[in-house]
């Protein structure tokens, strides 16, 4: 296997670990910023070093239109063409299969679609996306799935469970890089049953990490939670478990509780550009106009924002100057990054329930 998990500390449920690649070490819980093209947006390699990030994620879907995997395989891969030595996981292209649904047509084979770059048809299997990926050449790629938007009947739930199922054993034949881990994804909607039968398939397929799909799309927090519990349950003890697409504090925190290793989610990014600050106290949006005259930082504790005045970044954003975005990007990320360490130290003392109070009793009714 290219890729270990060890188990450091518990708290109930709650796991503190540390997954080791042929690249390194990562600790876990660990939340993984989005670079969907490439890069975080507004961000680069440097800053992700300052952050502190020890997992990028980068694209499939677009990185293999744009500028094509070929591309990024001539240039030594996602590594080297990002300047990035820190660990990467390329996701499948599945998310993408239900967010352009109306443009796609899925058989029992794979994904016809059309590139939103150019209108060309593209044919996708789970052995391109494999290939794809490879050549990419992150440390982790993701088996490609069928992701149901929900709502969804329990039909189009089913068949979509059955095809990742399918989809998952071909992908795992056709792997073939020693040094990169392959993922596969749970599915079953909020069904619980589902969540356990789907588990189930994809422990005995053996893979050296599990993802678990298809949830925070659409469902409530509370319909969330079982559901992924369920698929926990089927899963080894001895492999990292990544909830994919949750960035949320309450979410994040909840699924730590339950299990859950990894987080990715373009949430702290997208809340960014759009002015709203993730902050100790809950979320701040800097355009009120309470804030203009305002010498506070937006959190005092966060050091890529504090030497900045709640009133100069409402002016920033006011004027729409692109460096507000930036700085708010980083404060975003910063404090994600920071929220997962803080639950590991939480694990380790043996403090996650009243860690856990505390994150609900600020974000439970502002998530």
């Excluded at 876990?28 to 992700?48: C, Q, S």
């Excluded at 990035?84 to 084979?109: A, C, P, Y």
Aim: glycine fraction near 10%.
């Amino acid at each position: 296997m290219s890729l270990s998990y060890e188990l450091i500390a518990n708290d109930g449920s709650a796991r503190r670990g540390r997954v080791t690649t042929q690249r390194g070490t990562f600790e876990t819980p660990i939340f993984m910023p989005v670079g969907t093209r490439g890069a975080v947006i507004h961000l680069d390699a440097r800053d992700y070093a300052d952050l502190g990030m020890e997992v990028v994620l980068g694209n499939t879907y677009h990185l293999m239109l744009r500028p094509g995997a070929e591309v990024i395989k001539d240039m030594g891969g996602l590594h080297s063409f990002t300047n990035w030595d820190g660990h990467m996981l390329t996701d499948s292209g599945g998310f993408q299969v239900m967010s352009l649904r109306d443009n796609v047509k899925i058989d029992d084979e794979g994904v016809d679609f059309t590139s939103i770059y150019d209108g060309k048809k593209v044919r996708f299997t789970p052995e391109v996306a494999v290939k794809t990926q490879e050549d990419l050449g992150a440390d982790i790629q993701m088996v490609l799935d069928v992701c149901a938007a929900l709502p969804a009947t329990d039909d189009q739930v089913i068949m979509a469970m059955k095809r990742t199922h399918q989809w998952a054993e071909r992908a795992k034949a056709a792997h073939s890089r020693p040094d990169q881990a392959l993922f596969g994804i749970v599915q079953g909607g909020i069904n619980p049953d589902l969540r356990h039968e789907s588990g189930a398939a994809l422990a005995n397929l053996d893979f050296e990490g599990y993802g678990i799909g298809g949830l925070s799309v659409g469902e409530t927090h509370m319909e969330m939670m079982p559901a992924l519990r369920a698929a926990l349950e089927e899963l080894p003890t001895d492999r990292p478990r990544y909830l994919m697409g949750v960035g949320d504090p309450v979410r994040v925190v909840d699924a730590i509780g339950a299990g859950v290793d990894m987080f990715d989610c373009v949430l702290p990014t997208r809340l960014a550009r759009h002015g709203t600050a993730l902050t100790g106290n809950g979320k701040l949006n800097i355009r009120n106009a309470k804030h203009a005259r305002s010498e506070d930082p937006l959190d005092p504790n966060n050091p890529f924002s504090n030497q900045f005045s709640r009133s100069y970044l409402r002016h920033l954003a006011q004027v729409k100057e692109p460096s507000v975005a930036r700085i708010m990007t980083l404060h975003n990320l910063w404090f994600l990054i920071d929220l997962v360490k803080q639950a590991r130290r939480a694990i380790e003392c043996g403090g996650f329930d009243d860690f856990r109070a505390h994150v609900f009793e600020v974000w439970a009714e502002k998530a």
